[in-house]
């Protein structure tokens, strides 16, 4: 059974740093893209970014670029988003997702709750 | 990197039918079959519906299908079921400068 567990969620001050965690199990991780999609309280979801299997595609929306770095451990099965600079906007659900092809996100983490402010 | 629109809202009762749009632009919906479509209850995690236009995941009943003309796709829920009610969101792979997009979500409503 695919499972992805995020952690690392915390309040955190404006302009402050998080990094959140993905641990996967139940599949092989090092095959698939890997993505972060995140939620903000009552709205909609919000691509935040995208990882190949080897890392060495990254993508994300551009409200973070500059700010957000998406990596991988493929040897313990990991994914991250180190946030920096958080601004009060990035509060959210920040969702842990398992890509395939086609931009088609087929397995969802518990997610992990993100809140900036002062 | 505008978000692909959906209705706000839609509503149906029990056994009609209700469609869903999901208006992207050339550049997305309308160059690419991979359109997906996404349930969320209240509290809990998006789950997959629809992948690639028109494929249901195992275990998705069939009555749910998707479809897609031009810069608009199109999830269609026959036979409302009360358990239907939820939001439901599109999304589309955008290419590499955007990777992907989501729409806005629509409630669905059962009578």
Redesign the interface.
């Known amino acids: 059974e695919v499972q992805l567990m995020e952690s690392g969620g915390a309040l955190v001050q404006p302009g402050g740093s998080l990094r959140v965690s993905c641990a996967a199990s139940g599949f092989t991780f090092s095959s698939y893209w890997m993505?972060w999609?995140r939620q903000a309280p009552g709205k909609?979801?919000?691509?935040v970014a995208?990882i190949k299997q080897d890392a060495t595609e990254e993508?994300c929306?551009?409200s973070v670029k500059g700010r957000f770095t998406i990596s991988r451990d493929n040897a313990k099965n990991s994914l991250f988003l180190q946030m920096n600079s958080l601004r009060a906007e990035d509060t959210a659900v920040y969702?842990c997702a398992r890509l395939?092809?086609?931009?088609?996100?087929?397995s969802?983490?518990?997610?992990t709750l993100v809140t900036v402010s002062s | 990197?505008s978000?692909l629109t959906q209705p706000p809202s839609a509503s149906g009762s029990p056994g009609q039918s209700v469609t869903i749009s999901c208006t992207g632009t050339s550049s997305d919906v309308g160059t690419?079959?991979?359109v997906?479509w996404?349930q969320?209850h209240p509290g809990k995690?998006?789950?997959?519906m629809i992948?690639?236009v028109t494929k249901r995941?195992s275990g998705v009943p069939d009555r749910f299908s998707g479809s897609k003309s031009g810069n608009t796709a199109s999830l269609t829920v026959s036979g409302l079921q009360a358990e239907d009610e939820a939001?439901y969101?599109c999304?589309?792979?955008?290419g590499?400068n955007?990777?992907?997009?989501?729409?806005?979500?629509t409630k669905l409503i059962v009578l």
């Open positions: 993505s999609v909609g979801l919000e691509w995208t993508y929306v551009d969702y395939r092809p086609g931009a088609t996100l087929d969802w983490g518990q997610g | 990197q978000a690419y079959n991979y997906s996404y969320q995690v998006p789950k997959l992948y690639e995941p939001d969101y999304a589309s792979y955008a590499n955007f990777f992907a997009l989501f729409g806005g979500g």
